[in-house]
């Protein structure tokens, strides 16, 4: 499931730096390090002692929610955007609301 999901994001993602290499000759913002840090160490903390089904699950629902509710936001507050990054950014979070109902499984 998770190779599944990988791939979803690896394609969604392969889109956006596409899209990007066509209209922009900025660089995209990148996550600043220490955030990425924490992160990492939170997800570590978070499964040093539950490494199961159900506490994984949870912990991807809430990153996923968290997508969708900034991605409705981006869709819902920007409504001239470019027509080619609406539709990544609704296929994107159609994406994260179907993974959310596939995640659900394992809680």
């Known amino acids: 499931v998770l190779d599944v999901e990988y791939n979803k ?3 969604i993602s392969n889109r956006v730096n596409d899209l990007y290499d066509n ?6 913002h990148e996550t600043n390090p220490m955030t990425k840090m924490m992160t990492w160490y939170g997800i570590q903390m978070n499964t040093m ?15 996923t929610n968290m997508g969708i509710i900034e991605g409705r936001r981006l ?3 920007n409504p001239s955007v470019d ?5 990544i950014l609704d296929d994107f979070v159609v ?10 499984k394992y809680l």
């Open 83 to 87: 027509k080619n990054v609406r539709q």
């Open 49 to 63: 002692t539950d490494k199961s089904n159900s506490n994984i699950s949870e912990l991807l629902l809430q990153g």
């Open 9 to 11: 994001y690896q394609d």
């Open 75 to 77: 869709l819902n507050n």
């Open 23 to 28: 209209y922009s000759n900025k660089e995209p």
């Open 95 to 104: 994406m994260q609301e179907d993974s959310v109902e596939t995640l659900k």
